[in-house]
């Protein structure tokens, strides 16, 4: 079996979607039933290439094709054309990293599903995602031969919304990092700042974040600093306005895109993480601050709840008094942040990419399969 598997979010700086695709393929690779099976990975651009490690990190060899993106996503999206074998010769099975069907001439096609969000807002996403992904989604996730989700949360939204059979819907989630030094103990510095890591965009919920720090340090003057990594957005500016006066400035910190090389120290100067989104297809940082033994505060929405389980503390985002209070309590009392460490760092142990690639390998059989049944 040849898969070729979409991995242009990975190309450039990797965000949740990029991560995800580039640990899921090197877990397959890795974790290939036969010696037969073959794994290549498609990337298109006009100006950005590969990192020359790449290829050798995941295990595959990458096939490059300078042509730009954009073009490219309208042909497959609007036009089924062309099949992707006239890009990366013959395939047998095809594997999206987004919602919309990759156009092929034989092989089974497989989509990624990472959430709904696109849906639920369309007025907050850009690009080809507003103009194609409302409009195409459900008609192309039912002639999916399977469909690939990170979470239990966003299989069912999925097999529900769009009317698809759960058999054709796995549940593929990421596996907990592996650190250099991190992950042996709690990691709950005295002196460590309150970290939030994600892009800063309207789902994330950053201004109830500000909100509730902003109230800390009205009641603790010596509350620690705030740090943000993660890229901004145009629809952030007015976050980003509010902390460079009073009396956010001096106290939070704009870090912009950390990659992931440099997470490990990130993480090791945070006394805990907070995620306060009102949607999440999985919530990766949660699970890498929880396998480094970084105390959680999570939003009580989306999967966060199915990720965090009882290792981390969940909270109403909408609820100032009740978010204000997980945060001080955390800060206040070690004891509480050095237990919480120890659950997270048990609950991240039960993510693997080894049971995450078992599944990806059974859904890649079972869409080849029904591709054939279907001529």
Not at 49 to 75: F, K, T
Not at 196 to 224: C, H, I, M, S
Not at 325 to 348: N, Q, T
Request: charged content about 25%.
């Amino acid at each position: 079996m040849r898969v070729v598997i979409d991995y242009r979010p990975a190309l450039r700086s990797r965000t949740g979607v990029g991560e995800y695709m580039h640990g899921l393929a090197r877990a397959a690779v890795h974790q290939r039933p036969s010696d037969a099976d073959e794994i290549a990975l498609f990337t298109s651009s006009w100006r950005d290439r590969p990192s020359p490690g790449a290829s050798a990190d995941v295990g595959a060899p990458i096939i490059d094709r300078r042509v730009p993106v954009r073009l490219l996503n309208y042909l497959w999206h609007r036009q089924a054309w062309p099949p992707v074998e006239r890009l990366v010769g013959a395939a047998d099975v095809v594997h999206a990293a987004h919602p919309l069907l990759i156009p092929t001439a034989k092989a089974a096609q497989v989509v990624t599903i990472h959430d709904l969000y696109f849906l639920a807002h369309p007025e907050r996403t850009a690009a080809e995602i507003r103009r194609d992904y409302p409009a195409l989604a459900a008609r192309h996730a039912r002639r999916a031969d399977a469909i690939v989700v990170p979470s239990r949360y966003t299989g069912s939204l999925v097999s529900g919304t769009f009317s698809v059979p759960g058999e054709r819907v796995y549940v593929c989630s990421p596996g907990a990092p592996t650190w250099r030094t991190l992950g042996r103990q709690p990691n709950v510095p005295a002196d460590g700042y309150v970290l939030f890591v994600g892009t800063l965009e309207p789902r994330k919920n950053v201004g109830a974040l500000l909100d509730a720090y902003e109230r800390l340090l009205q009641r603790r003057p010596a509350t620690p600093d705030l740090v943000l990594a993660g890229r901004i957005t145009p629809d952030a500016e007015a976050w980003a306005e509010r902390w460079s006066r009073p009396p956010l400035s001096g106290h939070v910190r704009h870090l912009g895109y950390v990659p992931a090389e440099q997470r490990e120290d990130l993480l090791s100067g945070a006394r805990l993480l907070v995620l306060p989104s009102r949607d999440e297809g999985f919530g990766l940082p949660v699970l890498e601050a929880m396998s480094a033994g970084v105390p959680v505060v999570a939003a009580s929405r989306g999967s966060l709840p199915e990720v965090v389980g009882e290792a981390g503390v969940l909270v109403d985002p909408d609820d100032l008094d009740a978010f204000t209070a997980a945060l001080a309590r955390l800060l206040d009392d070690a004891a509480v942040a050095r237990d919480c460490a120890e659950r997270g760092l048990a609950r991240a142990r039960e993510f693997s990419w080894e049971r995450a690639a078992a599944t990806l390998w059974q859904a890649y059989g079972d869409a080849l399969r029904r591709r054939r049944e279907r001529g």
